[in-house]
């Protein structure tokens, strides 16, 4: 008996807002996204679980998502836009809408394990890579490069569920109020935009097969309290003792001793829309994001007291890049420290915020039986969202290869005993 085919493409469509709705429209990128210009796209899985026949999805399901999608890129219409990137500067990165641009929207049939990919033990990272939407192809027009920014993917497991991920929240505010033309260009110069160039330039893709695999990790409220405590005890000078300074300085210490490298880099996104000078309005359409940036040696992570360091570090850092009294610019973005750095061989970025709350997004289908973050498999590692069950559990996502993942999940188990 033949096997059936992992995917089945039902249909492929471009959803643009209704007519008339959007003129022309073209916004510049500040510094704070061209940072992230030439970064691999973010990939999210949202996994529902509902009876469903094929019937219903092709002629209920899939209907409901494009007129609804239409109606939501009339407020988001740079979602239907393209990224203009001038590879030779002769002009700033802009996104541009243009009326009849469209969301490159695919309907699918999966016959995959819908309960092995939404678990949260070790499962091979390709297997995942089959539900995420292609960008549709990047053209070299004239002087610049057109990139689409954003696409959509809904699958269908028989009598499982409907994934999807759609853009919603208050009203965007397109006005750009952070106004720093000078950190703008040396920005753009840090990225290497002129890279671009290559006549054949697309995104990057995630393709199998690959040695990596992915889990999800649960740090229970309980535990984070105690870990706090635990931390504060130890020390007590800290200014800077929250859940996420210390699930990280855990994390960190976990990753330490599933690599060999001589030295660490840890880096935590932070949301720089409060505290900028003046403070940036919370529906600002753009990147705000910082990082906050530590380095250690391994052996000072993976030693007797590892975690307590781990925790210093990240609590300090974390402390003087939040409570600066004249905004968290000052006079440089940190991101120039780290270009002038020599990087370290391992790497490890936090991905996501437990502010978003991903499991309250309920499209009528309830909440999302599975949150995965699949862009950590360009490098990001490690993924840290608000938990499905209880908001101030942690769920953490990592994506790390076979071997060093069977460590991973060694040390974290045993570091969880003396808590349980």
Known sequence: MASLPIMTILEGSQVSPPPATVGDTSLPLTFFDIMFLLRPPIHFLLFYELPLNKTHFTQTIVP?????????????????????????????????????????????????DFSDLTGYHPRNCDKFYHLIPLLGHCARISDYVKIPVFSLQVTLFPSHVVQS???NGTLPLYKRVI????????????????????????????????????A??????????????WIS?????????????????????????????????????????TRMDPPIPAAYFGNCISACTVIAKTTALTGKYGLVTAAKLIGANLHKML?????????KHPIEDLFSKTMPKTIISISGTPKFKFYDMDFGWGKPKKLEKISLDYGANISIEAGRKDHQDLEIGVCLTATQMQVFVHVFNRGLEPFI
């Open 64 to 112: 409901n998502i494009k007129h609804s999608l239409s109606l939501t890129l009339q407020h988001f219409f740079p979602y239907a836009g393209n990224l203009i990137v001038y590879p030779a500067r002769t002009q700033n990165p802009k996104i541009c809408y243009v009326q009849g641009d469209s969301v490159n929207v695919t309907f699918a049939e999966c016959s995959l």
């Open 165 to 167: 991920f759609l853009a």
């Open 179 to 214: 106004k720093y033309p000078e950190l703008d260009e040396k920005i753009l110069k840090l990225v290497k935009v002129e890279s671009l160039n290559e006549i054949d330039y697309q995104p990057p893709k995630l393709l199998g097969p690959t040695d990596k695999v992915r």
């Open 233 to 273: 005890t130890q020390l007590p000078t800290l200014p800077h003792v929250s859940s996420v300074t210390v699930a990280c300085a855990y994390i960190w210490r976990c990753i330490a001793k599933s690599r060999n490298d001589e030295l660490q880099l840890f880096a935590i996104p932070i949301d720089c829309r």
């Open 216 to 229: 999800t990790f649960v740090l229970t409220r309980t535990f984070i309290n105690q870990l706090k405590t």
């Open 323 to 331: 409570a600066h009294d004249v905004g968290i610019m000052k006079e």
